[in-house]
């Protein structure tokens, strides 16, 4: 017995299995995969090569580039959490490349136009959350049973450990790393590990720079970053008026890009 719905949009290459549901309005691209019992609703447009597992959903206004892959019982989509929604069409936009293991959830934004954004190459592993009108980079790796609350933003190659939550607004900066179980309420800078509840910068990601291809020179530049930051006993505003006034580190990517991440923060910095 078919459950395909004959105005769904399906490239003859996409391979659907008989049990599972699409409905009316979805798109399947070449090359997709639909496993037993999942679900594909009205609104989601699957790109090429992606594959839908078993007892898996994706739901609501949903986007995917190619190549993601939705493993076991997870949730693409759905309705935002937010007790602010009052309906409309708000969205889930995401790459290509990105893993979403068993149990994971991931939302599309609150208001009517606006989206939740998830870049390229991401892995999301086991009870992985992402709560409505967040934004992530690429090549970010959230470990298992950690949540993401509205509105927070993750850089590029950051890693949120096994545990973690974090807090509104706050944003994760590029290449840095948050410790297991920590509870995150302020930014974590780029290139720095924090750890805690409250989540507090402990040192630098240096094996995470130096899988990431960092040259030596750059990694010891964020050491001095860092000692300044956190170890020379200067509050915030004296610390970076200090970087900028330091010739050998003001022009460095490493510093500019701590200094326009404090510039911008809401919550304040860790």
């Known amino acids: 017995m078919s459950y395909v719905h004959p105005d769904a949009s399906i490239h003859p290459s996409a391979r659907v299995h008989p049990s599972a549901i699409i409905e009316a309005g979805a798109r399947l691209a070449a090359g ?7 679900y594909i609703g009205g609104e989601a447009d699957i790109g090429e090569d992606c594959e839908v597992c078993h007892h898996a959903t994706v739901e609501g ?29 708000p969205g889930l936009l995401i790459g290509d490349n990105n893993e979403f293991r068993e149990y994971s959830t991931v939302h599309p934004a609150t208001n009517d136009g606006d989206f939740t954004r998830i870049g390229n190459n991401n892995h999301l592993l086991a009870y992985a959350h992402i ?4 934004a992530l980079g690429n090549n970010i790796v959230m470990s298992g049973h950690n949540a993401l609350a509205g509105h927070v933003t993750v850089g590029d190659h950051a890693l949120i450990a096994w ?19 920590s509870k995150t309420v302020k930014d974590i800078p780029p290139y ?6 409250p989540a507090t910068i402990r040192s630098v990601n240096k094996v995470g720079l130096e899988r990431n291809g960092f040259a030596h020179d750059a990694i010891l530049r964020t050491g001095r970053l860092h000692r300044i930051l956190y170890r020379d006993g200067l509050n915030r505003t004296q610390a970076l008026e200090k970087i900028r006034a330091t010739p050998e580190l003001a022009q460095t990517p490493e510093a500019l890009a701590l200094l326009a991440f404090h510039e911008n923060t809401k919550r304040g910095v860790a």
């Open 61 to 89: 206004y949903v986007i995917l580039g190619r190549a993601n892959k939705i493993f076991p019982y997870a949730l693409i989509g759905g309705i935002t959490h937010d007790l602010k929604f009052k309906g409309g069409r």
């Open 32 to 38: 997709v995969t639909i496993g037993a019992y999942a």
């Open 192 to 197: 720095m590990i924090a750890e805690g509840d």
């Open 163 to 181: 545990g973690c939550g974090v807090h509104q607004f706050c944003r994760i900066g590029t290449h840095a790393m948050t410790g297991a179980m």
């Open 131 to 134: 709560a409505h009108d967040c």
